[in-house]
C-alpha cells in the first residue's frame, strides 16, 4: 500500500466516536478490511496493511466521525482555534505512542482533531479500497464562513466549486492544485444524524472507498448497518450513504485498486476522478 507524508493542514485520520464500540470495530473489520490493536487511553487503532486509518474512541457518547489534520505546532493552532470562535475540547495532550493532540469543536458544531504524529506515524493511506477518498464539511451555517474559518486556522486555499442562491453552495480545499476535501452548505439532518432529513446539522463525513459499491451495501446490512442512500452514480464515482450499526453515517465510494507503479507520492487522491472539483 502507498503511502503518503502528511503535509501541514492536510488531513490524515477519520476517528471514530462510538456509543457500540464492539459492534462497530466487528462491521469496519468486515466491511472494509480494518484490522484493531489496543492503542491505550481509551482508543482501538484501526489499520489496512498495517498503515493508520482511523482511531476508535469506546464510550464517547456520540455516534460521529471526527477528521483529524495534521499540525505542526498544536498548542499555536489550538489557540488559533479559540481565538477564531472554535470551542477547544481536548486542549493539547501527549499520547503514550508521542503524538500530540487537541480536539476543538469549530464555530458551527463539527469537531476537528489537531495531530501532530512522529516519524513513521506521520504517513497516511488514502484513495484505495478500505482507506479514505474524499472529507467533506456538511455546515449548518454558510459555506462562506466556514471556509473563511479554516482558511484562516489551517491557512487551506479555498475555490468555490458551485454557487447558490444567496452565497456559496460548495467549496473546495486546495493543495499544490489538488482538492482534497469539499465544504457543502446546509445542514443535511439533526441530533448528529446526516441521513436524517429534518433540521440542521454541521460536521465532517468520511468517503471511505469501497472496491465493489453493490457488494459493499449488500455487506452493509447483512453486518446490521443500514443503507440511507443507495447507490448512485455521480461524477465522482459510484456513491452510497451508510449508517453503521452504532448509528454513525458515513458514505462509501466505488474506487479502483491503486496501480502498481506510476503513484505519486504529492497526490493522496491517486485513482480518485476529482476533476469535476478543480
Known amino acids: ?52 486509518i482511523s482511531a476508535l474512541f469506546a464510550d464517547a457518547g ?10 505542526e505546532d498544536v498548542p499555536a493552532v489550538a489557540g488559533r482555534a479559540r481565538e477564531l470562535g472554535a470551542e477547544v475540547a481536548l486542549e493539547p495532550t501527549e499520547l503514550a505512542d508521542g503524538s500530540v493532540m487537541a480536539v476543538v469543536a469549530d464555530p458551527f458544531g463539527a ?53 447558490a442562491d444567496g452565497g456559496v453552495g460548495y467549496a473546495v480545499a486546495m493543495a499544490d492544485g489538488a482538492a482534497f476535501a469539499g465544504i457543502a452548505a446546509d445542514g443535511l439532518g439533526a441530533e448528529g444524524d446526516p441521513a436524517d432529513g429534518a433540521g440542521r446539522w454541521s460536521g465532517w463525513l ?6 465493489d459499491i453493490d457488494a459493499a451495501v449488500a455487506r452493509t446490512g447483512e453486518l446490521g448497518g443500514q443503507v440511507a442512500v443507495p447507490p448512485q452514480a455521480t461524477e465522482f464515482g459510484p456513491l452510497a450513504t451508510i449508517v453503521d450499526p452504532a448509528g454513525a453515517t458515513t458514505v462509501l465510494c466505488e474506487v479502483p485498486p491503486p ?16 476533476s469535476p472539483f478543480e
Open 1 to 52: 500500500m502507498p503511502a503518503f507524508l502528511a503535509g501541514d493542514g492536510m488531513p490524515v485520520r477519520v476517528d471514530l466516536l462510538t456509543t457500540a464500540a464492539r459492534r462497530s470495530e466487528r462491521f469496519y473489520r468486515d466491511l472494509l478490511g480494518w484490522s484493531f490493536a489496543d492503542a491505550g487511553e481509551g482508543r482501538r487503532m484501526a489499520t489496512l496493511q498495517g498503515m493508520p
Open 62 to 71: 456520540m455516534d460521529r466521525w471526527r477528521v483529524c489534520f495534521h499540525v
Open 111 to 163: 469537531l476537528v482533531g489537531l495531530l501532530r504524529q512522529p516519524g513513521e506515524r506521520a504517513f497516511f493511506a488514502a484513495g484505495e479500497p478500505g482507506a479514505p477518498v474524499w472529507f467533506e464539511l456538511v455546515t449548518g451555517a454558510g459555506v462562506d464562513e466556514a471556509a473563511e474559518f479554516y482558511h484562516e486556522l489551517l491557512g487551506w486555499e479555498i475555490s468555490v466549486a458551485h454557487r
Open 206 to 211: 468520511a468517503y471511505l472507498g469501497v472496491a
Open 259 to 274: 496501480p502498481e507503479e506510476d503513484i505519486r507520492e504529492s497526490d493522496p487522491l491517486e485513482g480518485f476522478d476529482i
